[in-house]
């Protein structure tokens, strides 16, 4: 992605879960937005909180290693006005910073992107990383699954079976990515075999 005027390209980073929070998807977000800060990119992270955090009223960023984090008061249950709570706050943050991409990291989280991104004429990236490649493909929210996959610009999964199952769905075989988890090497202890 080219800079243009001096800035760092801007990421708008939608997930269901970012450190503090436990979960696979949380620690796959932080190395991906890592990766994303250590390659000159300028990354802002939308994830949903309870609304009985501390400070949750706000959403104002807070400056987290290298990043704006954005936590959202909402839930993570995708009603639409959860989706409505983080459409807004995006639209909010695009209209102050006009970010260059979008990310949906986890496919329901390109939904509240895809609106914004439209009106600035910017790509989604929508990433499939677990049960949403499993449960949320089939019965009542396909149609919702969809319609991201018909309106992202590129779709990622860590599965190669999800992405069979998206591309029942929707043919987005000329759109699509198998990446594999995130972990670069010398990340953790060596395995040998002994």
């Given at each position: 992605m080219e800079q243009t005027s001096g800035k760092l390209p801007r990421v708008c980073f939608a997930t269901i879960e970012y450190p503090p929070d436990w979960g696979g998807v949380s620690k796959s977000a932080q190395?991906?937005?890592?990766?994303?800060?250590?390659?000159?990119?300028?990354?802002?992270?939308?994830?949903?909180?309870?609304?009985?955090?501390?400070?949750?009223?706000?959403?104002?960023?807070?400056?987290?290693?290298?990043?704006?984090?954005?936590?959202?008061?909402?839930?993570?249950?995708?009603?639409?006005?959860?989706?409505?709570?983080?459409?807004?706050?995006?639209?909010?943050?695009?209209?102050?910073?006009?970010?260059?991409?979008?990310?949906?990291?986890?496919?329901?989280m390109a939904h509240p992107c895809l609106p914004v991104a439209a009106k600035a004429k910017r790509p989604v990236i929508a990433s499939i990383r677990g049960d949403d490649g499993v449960v949320l493909l089939r019965g009542d929210t396909a149609s919702a699954m969809s319609k991201i996959l018909r309106e992202a610009a590129w779709i990622t999964s860590v599965s190669g079976d999800s992405l069979l199952r998206a591309n029942a769905l929707v043919n987005i075989s000329r759109k699509s990515s198998f990446i594999p988890n995130s972990i670069r090497a010398g990340d953790g202890p060596q395995w040998q075999m002994t």
């Open positions: 190395r991906i937005v890592k990766m994303l800060v250590e390659g000159g990119f300028e990354v802002h992270v939308f994830v949903p909180t309870d609304t009985q955090e501390e400070g949750a009223g706000e959403i104002e960023p807070i400056a987290v290693d290298g990043i704006s984090l954005y936590r959202i008061p909402t839930s993570r249950d995708f009603s639409p006005s959860s989706v409505l709570s983080f459409f807004k706050a995006i639209d909010q943050a695009n209209k102050a910073l006009s970010f260059d991409i979008f990310h949906g990291f986890y496919l329901p």
